[in-house]
């Protein structure tokens, strides 16, 4: 008997007016099935809390976030009617976000971060599209290995050699103003800071990490400025674009739709690519000609170096190595917005500028790293208090990689109107904790919580109690905690005092408008400040020189 066998292309012509139809149909209704079992799932899995009512179909509650100019604010305010964590509705249905404002549920959550708790699928392809998989994409031993290969770079003797460097860039700004000021009529020049403080910081990385002056504070263009600079000047995300972020949160992949945001952050990952490579390819060439006899292995570049060469645990990749550099770009030029709110701060507040300028004029010469750490309490207290006030990352999304449970330090009542002291969560539950909620929360930190007063840091009750329960730098989640607290904490808080001392020393700050002008907090790639009125990242102070 014979047999026909149908060759495949005539299967397929056989099958094809409905056949691609059905398969599409039977994916859809398979992927559906399988969010419908996740759905159940995770309800049965998490403690169901209260929280927030749906405000949007579309969006949950994420559009009122994303649109608000102090979404601190909304969380603290939701903790306070809902408990201290809660649930708040999310975009397309998707399962609630948790949100936990509870200092015992933060501690336990950063202890397990980047095994437990891991990047969102949104968080991983951002980061690898703009930055590479360094160590802020790394999860796990990737991440424990790249951050011990790093850590020699960042250690107190490492930063100890750094301090003139801080000064030297300092300085070249405090030349610059000089002119300015002397050049013009009334012995005083409106000076736009924040871009300043930027090229302070850029110059600074530069020359610390890889021993290269971007020549920014000469006025020398650099590709990376003009295009960090292309971000503050359209800060002010359309309709479209808030709408198109949410939507990633669900659909990643829709990140690579090539809009004009999308494509700048593209032009900053090359333009970032490029010149790690050519710094990457001249310490290279150094080091095989021995070019640099300064003792270098423990500095950035010379770590990464010898880290590429090595085959034991904390041998990095070529690709890592140059996610890292990009890493060091990015913090150079992104996080200073704490240097032009303490120029702020200072404006408004004369008496605390006053103050501190008699601390630094008494102490004498420029102070060593170790005096800057231990000897100027006033300097201290301002510095701390910036970054409690206004954290450069103001708040954190992570995924839960497995189930867990959560210990709270007090119990919260739940959806079925039981209070419980702990709450399960199920493998794939977001996570979000608000740093600037924390930082600012009257709970915490008492009914002054949300006012500029350095003065806390310097009296035995002036942190709270419920404040010293935050486990994090000097109960601050600014640089966060657990395995993932920021490696260059110490890096960012010398160079903070360092440009802070020599500016305060040497001029005084006001408000180009007055003290009241307002000012609002506008997004580059990361929150800024912004005088309200002014284009781009504009904080224009009228800067004097002190006689």
């Known amino acids: 008997m014979h047999f026909f066998t149908p060759s495949p292309s005539s299967l397929w012509t056989t099958v094809r007016p409905g056949g691609a139809f059905n398969v599409a149909c039977s994916f859809a209704a398979l992927w559906a099935f399988v969010k419908v079992l996740r759905m159940l799932r995770w309800r049965v899995k998490t403690t169901q809390l209260l929280g927030p009512p749906r405000t949007s179909l579309v969006y949950g509650v994420e559009r009122d976030l994303a649109v608000s100019e102090d979404s601190a604010a909304i969380y603290e305010r939701w903790a306070t009617e809902y408990g201290v964590v809660y649930m708040i509705p999310s975009v397309l249905g998707q399962t609630s976000r948790v949100v936990l404002c509870d200092p015992k549920a933060i501690a336990h959550f950063y202890a397990r971060e980047t095994w437990t708790y891991v990047h969102t699928p949104l968080s991983l392809v951002f980061l690898e599209e703009s930055i590479g998989k360094g160590l802020l994409w790394a999860e796990g031993e990737a991440h424990r290995r790249q951050r011990k290969a790093l850590t020699p770079a960042f250690s107190n003797a490492a930063i100890r050699k750094l301090t003139s460097v801080f000064y030297d860039s300092a300085y070249k700004a405090k030349g610059k103003w000089d002119t300015a000021i002397e050049s013009s009529k009334d012995g005083d020049a409106v000076i736009e800071v924040q871009n300043w403080m930027n090229h302070i910081s850029l110059d600074t990385v530069g020359i610390a990490g890889f021993s290269h002056d971007f020549g920014s504070l000469d006025g020398k263009p650099a590709s990376v400025t003009e295009v960090f600079d292309t971000f503050g000047s359209n800060q002010q995300a359309s309709a479209v674009n808030e709408v198109f972020i949410l939507l990633a949160s669900v659909f990643p992949i829709i990140l690579k739709i090539p809009t004009k945001r999308q494509n700048l952050f593209k032009k900053l990952a090359v ?208 640089f966060v905690d657990g395995p993932r607290t920021c490696l260059g904490k110490d890096f960012a808080i010398m160079e903070f005092k360092t440009v802070l001392s020599v500016l305060v020393k040497n001029f005084v700050f006001e408000m180009r408008d007055g003290p009241d002008t307002p000012v609002e907090v506008v997004r580059g790639i990361l929150p800024r400040p912004r005088v309200v009125g002014e284009g781009g990242i504009g904080v224009p102070l009228r800067v004097s020189r002190y006689e």
């Open 271 to 478: 333009t970032m690519e490029q010149i790690s490579n050519e710094l990457l390819i001249r310490s290279r060439r150094e080091k095989d000609f021995n070019i640099d006899e300064r003792g270098q292995e423990n500095s950035i570049m010379g770590l990464l170096i010898k880290s590429e060469g090595q085959d034991t645990e904390l041998h990095m990749s070529e690709e890592e190595v140059m996610a890292q550099m990009k890493v060091l770009l990015l913090a150079g030029y992104e996080t200073t917005s704490s240097e032009s709110w303490a120029l702020i701060e200072l404006s408004r507040h004369p008496d605390v500028q006053t103050r501190l300028r008699e601390e630094l004029l008494a102490f004498g010469p420029d102070p060593t790293y170790d005096q800057l750490k231990a000897n100027l309490p006033y300097l201290d207290a301002i510095v701390h208090e910036i970054l409690r006030l206004h954290p450069p990352v103001p708040e954190f999304i992570r995924l839960a990689a497995v189930d867990d449970v959560i210990p709270l330090s007090k119990p919260v009542r739940t959806v079925s109107g039981n209070m419980t002291d702990n709450i399960s969560i199920a493998k794939g539950t977001l996570i979000t904790i608000s740093a600037a909620a924390i930082n600012r929360s009257s709970a915490i930190w008492g009914p002054h919580a949300k006012e500029f007063k350095p003065d806390r840091w310097l009296t035995e009750d002036g942190i709270g109690g419920k404040a010293k329960e935050v486990q994090g730098h000097r109960h601050l989640l600014t």
